[in-house]
């Protein structure tokens, strides 16, 4: 049974930081690209980040300098390090794992339950 399971959500001043976590089991780990989602009340599920196995990563635009994805292998857990947060950012992250994963929602394959980050100004 595969899981994926975040944490590290919260609430945060602008301009403050959070590093989410999402730890995986019951998947080849190593073999799965990773991506993290948002979602806003009322708004469609986003891309925001992806790595791939040989760690590639992807950033959607409104992210790029503020936000990094990294993985590590060993623990089977990707993570996602935001700073100088925006209250734009607020939503709830979702975790993805797919082979390999691409900017579309529809080509994952595995999803989180979510965790909520509140960012306020």
């Known amino acids: 049974q595969v899981q994926l399971v975040e944490s590290g959500g919260g609430l945060v001043q602008a301009g403050g930081s959070l590093r989410l976590s999402c730890a995986t089991s019951?998947?080849?780990?190593?073999?799965?690209?990773m991506g993290w989602f948002r979602q806003a009340p009322g708004k469609e599920r986003d891309f925001v980040a992806r790595?791939?196995?040989?760690?590639?990563?992807d950033y959607t635009d409104s992210v790029k300098g503020r936000f990094t994805i990294s993985r590590d292998n060993a623990k089977k857990t990707v993570y996602l390090q935001m700073i100088s947060l925006k209250p734009e950012d607020t939503a709830v992250y979702y975790c993805?794992?797919?082979?390999?994963?691409?900017?579309?929602?529809?080509?994952?394959?595995?999803w989180g339950q979510g965790t909520q980050v509140t960012v306020s100004s």
């Open positions: 790595i791939t196995s040989s760690t590639r990563t």
């Open positions: 993805a794992a797919g082979l390999p994963g691409t900017q579309l929602r529809s080509s994952w394959i595995h």
């Open positions: 019951g998947l080849s780990f190593s073999n799965y690209g």
